[in-house]
């Protein structure tokens, strides 16, 4: 795997599973663009990777602006001249019962998750064409037997991986690979979730045959990056499960 001469930009990017994809890219040469609402989570990301060796910017973005999201593209390719895979991870999440969501939690979690992924795909194609790679994240928890209080939040993630699916039809002339992940890392939430309730958290980990939560880069990021790499040319509008073996997906 080698992304010399590569530029991806990675929304979400400052913490978590965001970040891991951005370590993992920059770890075999590719240049990041970190976008992120709180610019000082990316700049702290971006800084730890340029002293690393890697190449990396911060660009504040909050992706439920289509003009912010355009400026973050121009300032990726005025940076790197080029871009050549997006990442769209950054989502907010709205749990909880039907009747307990509020409309403005459920529009902020379409805003923020397959309206983004929307319009930076389509922002990003021009630039994409000719051997572009995109990376959506979906979510199992459409896949959830008891889906209590998981069903707003599934609704946005499948939403995303239909918008996907297209894409990679559409732009498959276009030589653009469109695939989605579903992964189960330890992102913020997660960690503070496990912390909390050690218990319950027990219980969740019989539920993954290997026993364990991935590591957001070495488990989530390697993983992308093998997905990312020419040895994976011929995969497109797929769905690929990085989580342990814990869901089915059907």
Known sequence: MDFSNKTAL???????????????????????SLVGRTLSK?????????????????????????????????????????????VNNAQEVPLGNILDVTDESFINGW?????????????????????????????????????????????????????????????????????????LAKSTGMDWWMNEHPDEANEFLKTIPLGRVGECKDDIGEAVCHILSDGMNYITGSTIMLDGGQAYLR
């Open 10 to 32: 990675i929304t979400g990017s400052g913490q978590g599973v965001g970040e891991g994809i951005a370590r993992a890219i920059a770890s075999y040469g590719g240049n990041v």
């Open 42 to 86: 990316v700049e702290s990301v971006a800084d730890q990777i340029n002293q690393d060796g890697g190449s990396a910017i911060a660009v504040e973005c909050d992706v439920k602006c289509n003009e912010s999201i355009n400026k973050s593209i121009k300032a990726t390719l005025s940076k790197f001249n080029s871009l050549n895979i997006l």
């Open 111 to 183: 805003d923020s998750g397959p309206l983004a992924t929307f319009r930076f795909m389509k922002a990003c194609h021009p630039y994409l064409k000719g051997g572009g790679k995109v990376i959506n994240l979906a979510s199992s928890s459409a896949l959830r037997p008891d889906s209590k209080s998981y069903g707003a939040y599934a609704a946005v993630k499948e939403s995303i991986r239909s918008l996907s699916r297209a894409a990679a039809v559409e732009w498959g002339p276009d030589n653009i690979l469109v695939n989605c992940i579903m992964p």
